[in-house]
């Protein structure tokens, strides 16, 4: 279905959001049809620009992350007919978030239905909400909506994302506000609901009277990525954890919603997400990458990149041990860990299961595994044993495996498309609810608290991530499953 007319302001236009994910996902979405004739975007930045500059900028951009293979972005050859009636509809206007001029001139070129979408940094969060409330922009029109969207960082800890949410929530009703994770846009990590409730062979096996551990791994092999100054406020935990882990967490972990409407999915979210207990001062570990090789490259360590303090102690790598407090969970154990410059890329879920109740064989070759590849190459794979060939009975480890690829054409999508469609659409089921942000920051707070002290753990570039996290799941007789 097209999406209803509406004008998409972005705040934080001339940044790198706008020009690497966002302005793309756009144009993903023109390609597929789903803008309405009267879609129109309003760029708002305090970059000294035109429109038409702003227009051309991000017209290279597009071009460059076409041909580049690595880039997320996959439209092959840019359609030109798309992009000229698209960027027809792009506008460019100076302003400055913390000026009321702004809402002002902005509110002058708004009618009808609008999304505001604040691609800046967090701090900006609230004074634009207020600015926009200010000029009565977030009043909505009689049949249409005012829509706010915000991304992470909310907040940096427990009791500064319940303050912003406070302040939000005094100049916009919970409905308006879409807080994105943009993990939830990946189509992989939509999958999980259905490969759980959609199936029957997986789900009765979803629990602690199968499953001795889960797994959430989130290695990345870039380092900071001249976000250095960003990094040394935010570290691992804060980037990747309370967030994107969470959600991921949240999907594999959820009871079953009674619909798919966005009031079940979220509730049963945060159902799961209030049941984790705060993590224990023993079952975290910390690291930060020191100078390594990878990829045949040599690579500085973290506090030699620029903007980082020369002997920084924000962690680069956070790996946590929770438990979850509910009967499906209860005995088992979710080990998380994410870290950059790290010896590969993988986005990966493990469900480790336990040995069959009666040994029958003996002790086992490996440990069954069900891994559902998020990102790379997507898909699941399993791993069991097998009766070895030959006189006997000796045991021999096999794997099968669903690729994604093999199933479906691949499509182009960064993650955002189905984000900013939903946003449109008024379908709020993959965004977060305050509840949502709160419980994660409250399971966190421990780990805030313990590392304001001592100093992480360094790690090579390339390998994988510090001992200490190794030593984590040993202390419990198991082991982190290979970044593959
Ligand atoms: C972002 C973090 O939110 O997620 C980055 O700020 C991280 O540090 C990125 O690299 C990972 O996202 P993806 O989609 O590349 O796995």
Known sequence: AIAPACTLVLFGAAGDLV????????????????????????????????????????????????????????????????????????????????????????????????????????????????????????????????????????GDDLASARALDAE????????????????????????????????????????????????????????????????????????????????????????????????????????????????????????????????????????????????SRVETYAALKLDIDTPRWAGVPFYLRTGKRLAAHCTQIVLQFKPPAHALFGAGSQPNRLTLHIDGDKGLRTAFDIKAPGPGWALAPVAEAFRHDDFFEHVPNIGYESLLYACMMGDASLFQRADAIEAPWAVVEPVLEAWKAGEPEPYPAGSAGPSGADALLARDGRAWAPLQ
């Open 19 to 154: 020009k690497r994910l966002l302005m793309p996902s756009i144009y993903d979405l023109a390609v597929s049809g789903v803008l309405d004739p009267g879609f129109r975007v309003v760029g708002v930045d305090r970059a000294d620009i035109s429109t038409q500059s702003w227009r051309d900028g991000l017209n290279a951009a597009l071009h460059e992350m076409a041909s580049d293979p690595a880039a997320e972005f996959n439209a092959g050859a840019i359609r030109e007919d798309v992009w000229q009636d698209l960027a027809g509809r792009l506008e460019f206007m100076r302003g400055d978030v913390t000026d009321d001029a702004t809402f002002e001139a902005l509110a002058k070129r708004i009618d009808g239905n609008a999304v505001f979408y604040c691609a800046v940094a967090g701090r900006f969060f609230a004074p634009i909400a207020e600015g926009l409330g200010k000029a009565g922009l977030l009043r909505r029109p009689g049949g249409g909506f005012r829509r706010l969207v915000i991304e992470k960082p909310f």
């Open 168 to 311: 939000l929530l005094s100049l916009a009703a919970e409905e308006q506000i879409y807080r994105i994770d943009h993990f939830l846009g990946k189509e992989t990590v939509q999958a999980i609901l259905a490969l759980r409730f959609a199936n029957r062979i997986f789900e009765p096996l979803w629990s602690a009277e199968h499953l001795d551990h889960v797994q959430i791994t989130a290695a990345e092999t870039l380092g900071v990525e001249g976000r250095g100054s960003f990094y040394e406020r935010a570290g691992a935990l804060r980037d990747m954890v309370p967030n994107h882990l969470f959600q991921i967490l949240a999907m594999v972990a959820m009871e079953p919603p009674a619909d798919l409407g966005e009031r079940a999915v979220r509730d049963a979210k945060g159902r799961l997400l209030s049941a984790v207990r705060p993590v224990a001062p023993d079952d975290m570990v910390r690291g930060q990458y020191a100078a390594g090789s990878l990829g045949g490259a040599h690579r500085v360590g973290y506090r030699e990149e620029p903007g980082v303090d020369p002997r």
